[in-house]
């Protein structure tokens, strides 16, 4: 279907006061503005595409088999023979729903296993599972801070921080992206003013590909006494040797960090996220945290999947160093044919920059003729000088898709009339 053209007919001709009629809310006029603009490309919908089978490294669209570089199955892991017998096994002894909110009946031996295996695998005392990623997000920011404290976060945090932030009714402000000396300078200026400031990075930027130098921020919440929080939803599983995450990576002390904050939805091939952390911090969230208290515990099967995912992550520690392979020959291969790959660095996140929306909307739809799916990212959701395609790479991914893929997107753009970056500039 054409964008404009789908689900939403013209409101019928009636008076409805506006306030009480979705269709003639301000925000829906300018949703339906930019859905008509996009319709007037001529390019088709690039949202909400049906994938009719598991994402891997290639997926079903219309009855087509395209090579995917849209989906987060970075290790392979969701739709794996193993990851889903754990969660069928898991479906079959605790039911489809645990029914009860942990707190009060809903807890089964799988939670605390798996919280377990989190909290070792992260190298740190404790863990807390909750039923969403972004959800996690919300609730423990919204709940561990308050009015007179202050988050600092990084000026390219994902939604759920920022929404989290707000929750919590803290002073929010941003700093410029991975720039720890930035922070260090707004702490020394405002420390003494507020009662706790929690810092928030991620491991890995998904929109970017780049990553923190997260030791640095260790240093500046030590020298100012802040609690500093580490988002992992794209460092776990996919940063260290083995895939531990970030603090794998930086070979530090996990401990360092006050709050590992990860999802389960990507590496792990479930859904859900946790909080990993000192007992007291767990302690805290399990008997307090509105997102957890009052809501229903993770269920048996997004369980039983991560569980194993984790078992055969340890098994097959070598998806992590395919996939490290696979992504640094893909951004080689863009970068040497002189495109924009940003910051793009050492993580399955794979930007091609094209500065425009309208070909970033167009590549993405020559490549779909060649049977390679990837997602364009585009104005509003970043800058129009920002638009973008993205491509996650997945462990599963051959050298021949990856080498087939830039070629393509090399030749189009070309067609399309980008002119290609000196490579020094896209390093
Ligand atoms: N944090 C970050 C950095 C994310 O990118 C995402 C989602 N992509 C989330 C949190 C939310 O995780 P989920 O999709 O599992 O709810």
Redesign the pocket.
Same mark, same amino acid.
């Given at each position: 279907d054409s964008l404009g053209q789908d689900r939403h007919p013209a409101p019928a001709a009636q008076t409805v006061e506006p306030e009480y009629d979705f269709s003639q809310f301000g925000e829906f006029r300018r949703l339906m503005s930019i859905k008509e603009q996009l319709n007037m490309t001529g390019v088709p919908n690039p949202y909400f595409s049906v994938h009719e089978g598991t994402v891997g490294d290639t997926t079903l669209i219309d009855g087509q088999e395209m090579i995917s570089f849209a989906s987060?199955n970075y290790l392979g892991l969701s739709g794996h023979p193993d990851v889903n017998q754990f969660a069928s096994d898991a479906i079959q002894k605790y039911g489809t729903s645990v029914s009860a909110s942990r707190l009060v009946s809903g807890e089964k031996p799988i939670h605390g296993q798996l919280e377990k295996q989190i909290a070792d695998w992260i190298g740190v005392e404790d863990c807390i599972l909750m039923v =969403? $990623?972004?959800?996690?997000?919300e609730t423990t920011i919204g709940h561990l801070v308050g009015e007179g404290d202050l988050i600092l976060h990084d000026s390219l945090?994902?939604?759920?921080?920022v929404q989290g932030a707000l929750l919590s009714g803290a002073r929010r402000r941003p700093f410029p992206h991975n720039d720890f000396e930035a922070l260090d300078r707004v702490l020394t200026e405002t420390r003494s003013q507020y009662r706790r400031v929690l810092i928030i990075v991620?491991g890995v930027?998904?929109m970017d590909g780049d990553f923190s130098n997260v030791p640095e921020f260790v240093n500046v919440k030590k020298r100012h006494q802040a609690l500093l929080m580490v988002?992992e939803?794209?460092s776990f599983g996919t940063m260290g040797t083995t895939g531990h995450g970030m603090a794998e990576y930086w070979d530090m002390d996990a401990k360092d960090v006050d709050i590992w904050?990860g999802?389960?939805?990507?590496s792990a091939a479930s859904? =859900? $996220?946790y909080i990993a952390g000192s007992h007291s911090l767990v302690e805290l969230l399990r008997y307090t945290a509105p997102g957890f208290v009052f809501s229903v515990g993770m269920p048996p099967a997004q369980v039983g999947a991560a569980l194993g995912a984790l078992d055969v992550l340890a098994r097959e520690p070598d998806r992590v160093e395919r996939l490290r392979q696979r992504s640094e020959l893909f951004l080689n291969l863009c970068r040497d044919a002189g495109l924009d790959t940003g910051e793009s660095n050492q993580t399955p996140v794979v930007p091609v920059i094209t500065g425009n929306s309208l070909v970033a909307l167009r590549l993405s739809n020559r490549l779909k003729a060649d049977a390679i799916n990837v997602q364009p990212i585009l104005y509003p959701a970043v800058d129009e000088s920002a638009a973008r395609l993205r491509f996650f790479i997945t462990s599963e991914h051959t050298e021949e898709q990856i080498r087939f893929t830039a070629e393509r997107v090399t030749h189009h753009l070309s067609e399309l009339g980008f002119q290609p970056v000196s490579s020094a500039a896209s390093g």
């Amino acid at each position: 279907d054409s964008l404009g053209q789908d689900r939403h007919p013209a409101p019928a001709a009636q008076t409805v006061e506006p306030e009480y009629d979705f269709s003639q809310f301000g925000e829906f006029r300018r949703l339906m503005s930019i859905k008509e603009q996009l319709n007037m490309t001529g390019v088709p919908n690039p949202y909400f595409s049906v994938h009719e089978g598991t994402v891997g490294d290639t997926t079903l669209i219309d009855g087509q088999e395209m090579i995917s570089f849209a989906s987060y199955n970075y290790l392979g892991l969701s739709g794996h023979p193993d990851v889903n017998q754990f969660a069928s096994d898991a479906i079959q002894k605790y039911g489809t729903s645990v029914s009860a909110s942990r707190l009060v009946s809903g807890e089964k031996p799988i939670h605390g296993q798996l919280e377990k295996q989190i909290a070792d695998w992260i190298g740190v005392e404790d863990c807390i599972l909750m039923v =969403g $990623g972004h959800a996690t997000n919300e609730t423990t920011i919204g709940h561990l801070v308050g009015e007179g404290d202050l988050i600092l976060h990084d000026s390219l945090s994902h939604n759920s921080i920022v929404q989290g932030a707000l929750l919590s009714g803290a002073r929010r402000r941003p700093f410029p992206h991975n720039d720890f000396e930035a922070l260090d300078r707004v702490l020394t200026e405002t420390r003494s003013q507020y009662r706790r400031v929690l810092i928030i990075v991620e491991g890995v930027y998904s929109m970017d590909g780049d990553f923190s130098n997260v030791p640095e921020f260790v240093n500046v919440k030590k020298r100012h006494q802040a609690l500093l929080m580490v988002d992992e939803a794209h460092s776990f599983g996919t940063m260290g040797t083995t895939g531990h995450g970030m603090a794998e990576y930086w070979d530090m002390d996990a401990k360092d960090v006050d709050i590992w904050m990860g999802t389960l939805s990507k590496s792990a091939a479930s859904c =859900g $996220g946790y909080i990993a952390g000192s007992h007291s911090l767990v302690e805290l969230l399990r008997y307090t945290a509105p997102g957890f208290v009052f809501s229903v515990g993770m269920p048996p099967a997004q369980v039983g999947a991560a569980l194993g995912a984790l078992d055969v992550l340890a098994r097959e520690p070598d998806r992590v160093e395919r996939l490290r392979q696979r992504s640094e020959l893909f951004l080689n291969l863009c970068r040497d044919a002189g495109l924009d790959t940003g910051e793009s660095n050492q993580t399955p996140v794979v930007p091609v920059i094209t500065g425009n929306s309208l070909v970033a909307l167009r590549l993405s739809n020559r490549l779909k003729a060649d049977a390679i799916n990837v997602q364009p990212i585009l104005y509003p959701a970043v800058d129009e000088s920002a638009a973008r395609l993205r491509f996650f790479i997945t462990s599963e991914h051959t050298e021949e898709q990856i080498r087939f893929t830039a070629e393509r997107v090399t030749h189009h753009l070309s067609e399309l009339g980008f002119q290609p970056v000196s490579s020094a500039a896209s390093g």
